[in-house]
């Protein structure tokens, strides 16, 4: 299946650089997929799953968590600020801290709950006007701000301009991380990742090219 070629291109490609293997996670994206689409995912073993929206998540990963054990789920869209808390229940790992106001609501949450997920600030390493994220400029500031408030913050996201090469883009977010100490690279999707784990990506994000064109609507 689709599942096995991914991740055969994903080991062949941590020998190609000098990585580790099973360094690098498969993320498999399973928003607005259908229900038996996921489930054949799961059924031939993989565990990593990410969403864009927690009401979808909400309706889909509590069942399917009892039916699979080890799943993890890892949130990749943007998150509201009102439904930090919703988060905090559903997700292993948000990829999508990317403003003081979520980052310190996340930690009130974090400090009442007395656990938090793993953390990984976005940055917008484009400075694209229409997409989220923290400027390049301000990145250093604001993984301080985040540790400071005690969050577990383990590594930075970044998804590069559609008209631009991904390489240089993912270079930046792996120096911008070297800087700050941090060991958690989120970047690659279907059409680059190979490119992203000879930049050092820990984790990856594959949609399409697993589970088929997406089904809106």
Known sequence: MALNDILSRI???????DRAPGAVTLIAVSKVQPL?????VLDAGHRVF??????????????????YPGVAVHMIG?????????????FDAIHT?????????????AQARGACPDLFIQVNTGAEPQKAGVLPDD???????????????????????EDQPSGPHFAQLAAMAARNGLTG???????????????????VRVGSAIFGARVYG
């Open 50 to 67: 990410g969403e864009n929206y927690v009401q979808e998540t909400a309706g889909k990963w509590p069942d399917l968590r009892a039916q």
């Open 11 to 17: 080991r062949s490609a941590e020998t190609a650089h």
């Open 97 to 109: 801290v990317d403003r003081p106001s979520l980052a310190e609501r996340l930690a009130r949450l």
């Open 36 to 40: 038996d689409r996921v489930q054949a």
């Open 139 to 161: 990145a250093d500031a604001f993984v301080a701000s985040c540790r400071a408030l005690d969050l577990p913050i383990r590594g930075l996201m970044c998804i590069p301009p």
């Open 185 to 203: 690279l989120s970047m690659g999707m279907s059409s680059d990742f190979e490119d992203a784990i000879a930049q050092g990506a820990t984790h």
């Open 78 to 90: 943007p998150l509201q600020t009102n439904k930090a808390k919703q988060a905090l229940d559903l």
